[in-house]
């Protein structure tokens, strides 16, 4: 069963940071691209950060660029995002999300607040 878990949320004051993690189970890690979106209320959701499957190539919002990384080790079968320099626009709920053919799977989401 393919399952992935987030954590590592939380209120941040503005220019702080957080990171995220995904855990995985249920598939081999290093085989598929994994990718960060995030949600904030009443916007679509939005990508923020992808790695690819060979982990040598990452791709990142206009909005996150130079602040946020995404990593992964696959010893762990955990994907990382790193946040720093933490702007209240950052505040949503942050997904992580890998797709198996036409299959898109989701973890529940963690919640990520900057405010002071």
Known sequence: QVQLVESGGGLVQPGGSLRLSCTASGFTFSTYAIHWYRQAPGKERELVAALTSAGRSTNYGDSVKGRFTISRDVSKNTAYLQMNSLKPEDT???????????????????????SS
């Open 92 to 114: 949503a709920v942050y997904y992580c999300n890998f797709a198996r053919g036409a299959t898109s799977y989701w973890g529940q989401g963690t919640q990520v607040t900057v």
